[in-house]
Nanobody
Framework: QVQLVESGGGLVQAGGSLRLSCAAS????????VGWFRQAPGKEREFVAV????????IYADSVKGRLTISRDNAKNTVYLQMNSLKPEDTAVYYC???????????????WGKGTLVTVSS
């Protein structure tokens, strides 16, 4: 069993920055892909970014490239999402998830956190 806990969400003005954290416990974290997904009010969940177990490979959604950066510290069992130049359209609940395959699709993730809310005001 894996537990994932997101933190770092909050209210920020457009153009501002936040850093989200995803703390994991329960198994050997370093071998597994971790992804960030988000769900805005009234919209479907969408992929944001994913990082491989060793941290050497990443993929980003086109909408966040150049503004959001995913990274991980396996010694701390934590994955981060640095969010810069935030836009109102980034407003959503952000979820981290982990799974065995380096994919961008939600169904390949086995475990999910409960999410953290990011609100970007204009």
């Amino acid at each position: 069993q894996v537990q994932l806990v997101e933190s770092g969400g909050g209210l920020v003005q457009a153009g501002g920055s936040l850093r989200l954290s995803c703390a994991a416990s329960g198994r050997t974290f370093q071998y597994y892909t971790v992804g960030w997904f988000r769900q805005a009010p009234g919209k479907e969940r969408e992929f944001v970014a994913v990082i491989s177990g060793g941290g050497d490979s990443t993929i980003y959604a086109d909408s966040v490239k150049g503004r959001l950066t995913i990274s991980r510290d396996n010694a701390k069992n934590t994955v981060y999402l640095q969010m810069n130049s935030l836009k109102p359209e980034d407003t959503a609940v952000y979820y981290c998830a982990t799974g065995p395959k380096f994919r961008t699709t939600a169904h390949t993730m086995n475990y999910w956190g409960k999410g953290t809310l990011v609100t970007v005001s204009s």
